[in-house]
C-alpha cells in the first residue's frame, strides 16, 4: 500500500495529518505538482484526474479522493476515532467535515485558482487537460463564501474546543488545512474571531500539523 | 424522528431513494421551495442555509447534510449495504459517490442556478439572504463538468452493471438524482452513450425511483 503524496498541496496534507493522528506509516511517493508532475502520463496513469492524494491499495486500485482514504483507515485502525465516536457524533462530524470542504477547501481553491496566471485554462481542479478556462468572478466568490467559513468557525467553537466539541476530529483537519489554503491568497483568520484564534493556535501546536 | 424534505428537489430525493432502498419511513415535513418556504424564518431556524433535506434526531439535533444523513441510516440499518459492503468496495463507493457528486450535482446545479432569474442573487446553494450574486461563465463551466460526468458514467460501466459493480449502491443514486436534475436544463444522456442509457433505464425502473 502507498501514498502518493504533495507536500505543498492543501488536500494531501488532510491525508497527511489525519494518518499522522493515528501514528500510521505508509509508504509515499512525492508528487511534484509545482513542476507538473501530476500532469504527465505516469501520474494520469494513477489518478487521469491528476490530482493528490491517492492511496494505492495491495492490489492495485486508486482511492483518488481524500475522504474515502480517510474512511479506509478510520475503518482498519478506528481510534483514535476522527470521523466520529457514536452514531450521532459520527453524523455530525460527516455534516461539518462537509461545510468545512465547501465553505473552506473548495473556496480557496476559486481564490487561488482564478488570480493565477497558470491556471487560465485549467479552471477546475482534476480538469488538467480540458482546457477549462478560469472565471475572475470566481475570486470575489469565494471571499464571501470564505467570509462564510470563518463565521461558522467560530459558531461551532461556542460548544467546546474543537469544531464538534471535545474531541479532535476531521473537522478540524479539514478547517486547518483550509486556513493553511487561504494563507496563499493572503487571506487570515479575522481579528474579531478570537475562539478561532485560539483553536488554530491549538491545533497548529499538536505533533500531526507537522506531517 | 423526522425528515424535512422536498419533493421537487434533486438533494432530498437522493435521501428518499436511499430510505426507500431500506425501506425506512420516516416522518416527513415537506417545505415549499417554490414558495420560497425554505428562506422563511421557521425554516431557517431548522437551518440557517435554507438547503434540504434535513433529518432532525429525536434529541433535536438537526442533519443537514445528505450524504450524512445516508450514512447515519447505513449504520443503523446496514442491509441492503448502499455504501459499500467490505472495505474496499466502500472505499471506492465514497470516492465514486463524490465524483457523481462534483460532476454531476454541482455541475447541474450550476448550470440550473446561474441562467434564471430567482438566482441572481442567490448564486450559491445556502447563501440564501448573503446576496451572492450569480456568474453566468459558469453555465458553460456546468456544461464541460456534465461532459466529464457522462464519460465517467459511461466508464464506470465497463466494469459491471451498476456503477461500482454489480451492486446498486449510493453512487447510482447521486448519478441518477444528477440525470433527473440535469433534465431541469435540457441535458441528457449522451446518444452514443449505450450502456448509461441502459443502466438508467434499469435504475429508473425500480421502486425506490419513485421515491
Redesign the interface.
Known sequence: MKLYDCHVAPNPRRARIFLAEKNIKLEKIEIDILAGENLQDDFLAVNPRGLLPV?E?D?G?Y???V???C??FE??QPEPALLGRD??E???V??RQ??MEFDGMISCSEVFRNQHKEFLKR??PG?GK?N??A?P??ID?GN??LN?FFWWLEKYLEDGPYLTGDQFTMVDITATCSIGFAKWSDIHIPDANTRTKKWYEKVLARPSAEA
Open positions: 492511496l491499495l492490489d486500485t482511492i483518488d479522493e475522504m474515502a482514504i474512511r479506509y475503518e482498519v452514531l450521532k459520527k453524523a455530525i460527516t455534516m462537509r461545510k479552471g477546475i480538469g480540458d477549462i478556462p472565471i468572478a470566481l466568490r464571501q463564501t462564510r
